[in-house]
């Protein structure tokens, strides 16, 4: 899927300014692609640009922005993951966030 925004537009995205760019694409795949690769570059300057895509009304596009905070962590990540489970409505997507929430709580005990 990170093909479609890497290729699709026919532009090398390389920085967090371009993808958040495209996480206001009309085009939900684009959307979904452009949290994707935020997550793969685990940058925790894109926690910010994720964090509104958490209320997109696209669940897919809602479910990469999880797992993109999932990746990146830290305590932002977990605060607003945390925030999202209570206000999320759907199942599929809270099951994304409980998934998330666990592998972060299991990377901070991991650490030393």
Same mark, same amino acid.
């Given at each position: 899927m990170l093909d479609v925004i890497l290729y699709r537009t026919g532009e090398e995205m390389k920085d967090i300014a371009e993808l958040t760019k495209k996480l206001?694409?009309?085009d939900s795949n684009i959307r979904r692609? @452009? @949290?994707e690769a935020l997550g793969l570059m685990a940058d925790e300057r894109a926690v910010d640009t994720l964090i509104p895509v958490l209320e997109n009304k696209n669940r897919f596009v809602r479910q990469e922005a999880i797992l993109a905070l999932g990746k990146?962590?830290?305590?932002r990540s977990v605060e607003h993951l945390t925030e999202a489970l209570n206000t999320e409505n759907d199942e599929f997507v809270?099951?994304?966030i409980r998934k998330a929430l666990e592998r972060l709580q299991s990377k901070?005990?991991?650490s030393p």
């Open positions: 206001g694409d009309k692609s @452009a @949290a990146i962590g830290g305590s809270k099951d994304f901070e005990s991991a």
